[in-house]
């Protein structure tokens, strides 16, 4: 089972990069399957590079430091 409390300090880490650029992120759901779903928002919303920040900045830190995440993925 994922920690909810600790997913979200984990988001809260590469959240100022992200709103640097002017997007965000939210966690929408933990799946029983350890899938997260999140919500990518702001100048994130549609912008061509959106899939390169979930893999390769949120979901790779994410799962750094909990590997119990199997994947991030995003959600409209």
């Given at each position: ?47 061509p ?10 979901e ?17």
């Amino acid at each position: 089972m994922i920690d909810k409390l600790k997913l979200e300090a984990v988001l809260d880490k590469v959240r100022p990069a992200i709103q640097a650029d002017g997007g965000d992120v939210e966690l929408v759901r933990i799946r029983e399957d350890n899938v997260v779903e999140v919500r990518l928002t702001g100048a994130c919303n549609g912008c061509p590079m959106a899939t390169i920040t979930l893999k390769a900045g949120i979901e790779r830190i994410v799962k750094e430091e909990m590997p119990e995440v199997l994947e991030v993925i995003s959600v409209k």
